[in-house]
């Protein structure tokens, strides 16, 4: 059956169609500036050549209408028509306490996504808007929503309450609950496949270090910690987010800068993480690896920080699922960072890991990369998500 996968965001949408059968991405793409002038479509039907128009998109709707067009155009599509897409998956960023798995969608289940706007105000309504451009366009298709905290749901009391008054929890449900879930579900399973042991018994801890990052602690296939909370911002130093902070800055900050309380979280959400402790020279950890081959402080600085971070987070998992098997290091710069991957597990030398040097500077494949003897096993594995959410969408429509 061939899924689609649709993420979509305030003004961009992205999508890939996916042979369950074959696991195999037959064509993908990302639509931007979606409401804004200069719309534009991007599309590549696998092994075709990559087509970038401008045209315009007023809305989301309009946007999925080209998306279609576009797979069963005569000349570049990929199928005849649309009944030959069997489902859509939706990637849906906050499923709150409610979804603890996947869902058919449905009047029900939009409705209670509708229900945690307030949790991720700038994403699930977008998410909302992509279901419903589907819903007007292929009305007999069946959806699925995979939610990006659902995986997090197993996490104990003690590992996702806050130590703020009970009641704030019972009244406004203010709690962890991580994000990136289908991500730390993907890698952590694959991890299991690859290294050949029973998932339902191993201690694995997930670093997706993309532009966003977090970490995640599975144990036994569950997840009992992840660094993300309430809302993306806390946990690791991110890319333009600053992780974890002393929340008694804000108002600090807020009364030195007279600023809002607003304005200080905009900052720490869009200006702070490597960006801002590089001084402004990058959120992208290719300038930062280009800095510090040119003894660049800033960059220095940045990068030293962010790796302490992520090496403490892993310690602490330590503690929490009392010893770890293997590490997994995934997304943007999980994957292609050697760098960052060597100076975190220098920090881990009481894991007893010991790091194959040539099979760190690999990159695009699942691989083990500490040697033999290594006692804590360390792995690049290459995230999909969308190749997630086909296989969940795939599994509830059969
Ligand atoms: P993601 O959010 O997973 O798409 O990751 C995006 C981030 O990955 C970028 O901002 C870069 O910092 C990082 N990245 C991508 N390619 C490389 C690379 N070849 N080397 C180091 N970092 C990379």
Redesign the pocket.
Known sequence: MNILVINCGSSSLKFQLIDSESEKCIAKGLCERIGIEGSMITYAPEGGEKEKTTTPMPDHTEAIRLVLNALTNEKTGVVKSLDEIGAVGHRIVHGGEKFTYSAIINDEVIAAIKECNDLAPLHNPANLIGIDACKTLMPTTPMVAVFDTAFHQTMPEEAYLYGIPYEYYEKYKVRRYGFHGTSHSYVSKRAAEVLGEDYENLKIVVCHL???SSVSAVKNGKCVDTSMGLTPLEGLIM?TRSGDIDPAIIEFLANKEGMTAQEVVNVLNKKSGVLGLSAGLS????DL?DGLAKNDENAIRAMKTFCYRVAKYIGSYAAAMNGIDAICFT???GE??PIVRNFVCDRLQFLGIELDQELNNKRGQDLVITTPESKTKVLVIPTNEELAIARETAALVK
């Open positions: 993309g532009n966003g890319g959120s992208d950890f290719r690896e997304a943007g710069v292609n960072g």
